[in-house]
């Protein structure tokens, strides 16, 4: 039961922020110097972010790389809280990790990708939770699109009594170079909500991009999609940063981005809608009433194969179908993966129900 560990979370509001508008947390991926750290928490600052996020300890793929300040980095972000009066974030991997961010009075923790994959770790981070039932802890989809991997890693956060929890979508690895640096499949966070409405998640365009001018496009589309929130990498001098050049913006641009963003109502429900509403209720009926049809006939099918001794998967007929249909879609405005996946699951099911004829006159 998935259910019964999240029962008990709370919202994740904070003095001074208004808990009806996404949540914004911005800031360098790496904390590097003390003056880059208070140069761009300034900057942030002054567009209005209250949420001020830093690295520093970096999990990165081969070693060499600038793997994150450490414990120093704790020192000036407690200056940012202080003198700035900013809430902090920070990355933890280990137990260590945690105590020293507790210690330190930080505010949100997340915990990275890779952490996430791991329940080693993640059992670890939370015993070294447990008792600390006010800090806020977000934790980032697994590198893998494994949405139960993401579920247990959250089970043992909220299982450790954390109850400010909150989730990220920061994307997806995938071998070889595409548009994204990390896949989004929003279907996986989209099915997380759907398990877990009472769960914030926010996106990280970011490091779902990895590239600046992706960051807008796809913070709109997670607002669309009803995020909660944003996660965005902010440097006050980019191109001389230590980790994540590429994707991070300065102070001045993530303003430029957040002020193009669209923030629409929730809900927002009109006659018009409604009656447009009705109309997608009665295609999906009658799609449904179109399907019932198909497997009845297929079952027919099943039936004539097995009195003509014929085998219930014929490779060429399937390939055929497969072809027809996707073409026919395409020239109806329907993408193709999307029609091949619809074929394939009919297709499957199809099968399934054949089979069930067949076994169920061996069974006989
Ligand atoms: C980060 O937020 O700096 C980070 C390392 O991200 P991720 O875990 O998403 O790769
Ligand atoms: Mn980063």
């Given at each position: 039961m998935t259910t019964n560990y999240f029962d008990d979370l709370q919202p994740l509001t904070f003095d001074g922020l208004d808990r009806t508008a996404p949540m914004i947390i911005a800031g360098p991926c790496s904390a590097e110097t003390r003056e880059q750290v208070l140069e761009t928490a300034r900057g942030v600052a002054a567009v209005g972010v209250k949420i001020f996020r830093a690295g520093i300890w970096k999990p990165r793929?081969?070693?060499?790389?600038?793997?994150g300040i450490g414990l120093r980095g704790l020192l000036w972000l407690a200056e940012v809280k202080r003198d700035l009066g900013l809430l902090t974030a920070i990355e933890v991997a280990t137990r260590d990790h945690v105590a020293a961010a507790l210690d330190a009075d930080i505010d949100i923790l997340w915990v990275g990708a890779r952490t996430a994959a791991n329940p080693f770790a993640m059992q670890e981070i939370a015993n070294a939770l447990a008792g600390h039932h006010d800090v806020t802890v977000l934790v980032k989809n697994p590198v893998n699109p494994d949405l139960e991997l993401w579920i247990g890693a959250l089970q043992r956060i909220a299982g450790?009594?954390?109850?400010?929890l909150g989730a990220i979508h920061r994307g997806f690895s995938t071998y070889g170079k595409h548009l994204y640096r990390n896949e989004p499949q929003w279907y996986i966070p989209i099915e997380l909500h759907r398990r877990i409405p009472q769960l914030p998640i926010l996106c990280d365009p970011s490091h779902m991009g990895g590239r600046r001018e992706l960051i807008a496009p796809i913070s709109q589309q997670a607002l669309d999609m009803g995020f909660a929130g944003l996660i965005i990498e902010s440097h006050c001098n980019p191109d001389c940063a230590l980790s994540d050049q590429n994707q991070q913006v300065t102070p001045e641009v993530l303003n430029l981005i957040l002020n193009t963003l669209v923030f629409r109502q929730e809900k927002q429900t009109t006659e018009n809608l409604n009656l447009l509403r009705q109309q997608i209720d009665k295609c999906d009926n009658d799609l449904l009433e179109v399907l019932s049809r198909r497997m009845r006939v297929s079952r027919e099918i099943g039936q004539y194969k097995l009195e003509h001794n014929m085998q219930v998967v014929q490779n060429d007929r399937y390939a055929d179908i497969m072809e027809r249909r996707t073409g026919l879609a395409t020239e109806m405005g329907i993408g193709a993966e999307c029609m091949q996946s619809i074929m394939r699951a009919i297709h499957e099911e199809s099968v399934r129900q054949q089979i069930e004829i067949v076994n169920g006159s061996t069974a006989l």
């Open positions: 793929t081969k070693p060499g790389g600038f793997e450790a009594g954390v109850k400010r």
